[in-house]
């Protein structure tokens, strides 16, 4: 069993930052891939970020890219979430997720495990 609880969410203006952290207890941290998923109100939850059990592979869904970065620090069993640039679309519950392969994108079924989510809202 691992356990992922999420933090840092909260409101910020269009353009604004936040990070975003989830804390893994249970099993070796450093033997799950991570990733970030979100879901805003009516929609599926979607991928976000994902990130290797080493660090070394990182994807980021297009709608992200160049203005969110994954990481994770094995030595203290967590893993972040930078976001920059925030959209008022960007609103959405985030959720952090471990899955027991190296690496799983963004192949949803792989994630085992999942924290209980932390608001992001973006105001216009």
């Known amino acids: 069993q691992v356990q992922l609880v999420e933090s840092g969410g909260g409101l910020v203006q269009a353009g604004g930052s936040l990070r975003l952290s989830c804390a893994a207890s249970g099993r070796t941290f450093s033997k799950y891939a991570m990733g970030w998923f979100r879901q805003a109100p009516g929609k599926e939850r979607e991928f976000v970020s994902a990130?290797?059990?080493?660090?070394?592979?990182?994807s980021h869904a297009d709608s992200v890219k160049g203005r969110f970065t994954i990481s994770r620090d094995n030595a203290k069993n967590t893993l972040f979430l930078q976001m920059n640039s925030l959209k008022p679309e960007d609103t959405a519950v985030y959720y952090c997720?471990?899955?027991?392969?190296?690496?799983?994108?963004?192949?949803?079924?792989?994630?085992?495990?999942w924290g209980q989510g932390t608001q992001v809202t973006v105001s216009s």
């Open positions: 990130i290797s059990w080493s660090g070394g592979v990182i």
């Open positions: 997720a471990a899955s027991p392969k190296p690496y799983s994108g963004s192949k949803y079924d792989e994630y085992d495990y």
